[in-house]
């Protein structure tokens, strides 16, 4: 194993690992606001504007 290291800087290395890792992160956790279970509470207080909109008149 610390043939692996004689090859590869290990501040460098460990520095690419934990910025990988911290992208993971943020990836994982704006795709989970992005789903409507985890996401909704974000909207609570907005609602469309589509209901807002007057209904259309009914056709005769």
Do not use: C
């Not at 090859?7 to 520095?15: G, H, K, S």
């Amino acid at each position: 194993m610390y043939k692996i290291w004689l090859i590869l800087d290990p501040r460098r290395a460990m520095v690419a690992v934990l910025v990988f890792a911290f992208g993971m992160v943020l990836v994982n956790h704006f795709v989970q606001l992005s789903t409507h279970r985890y996401g909704s509470w974000l909207n609570e207080g907005a609602t469309p504007a589509a209901q807002h909109a007057p209904l259309p008149a009914p056709a005769n």
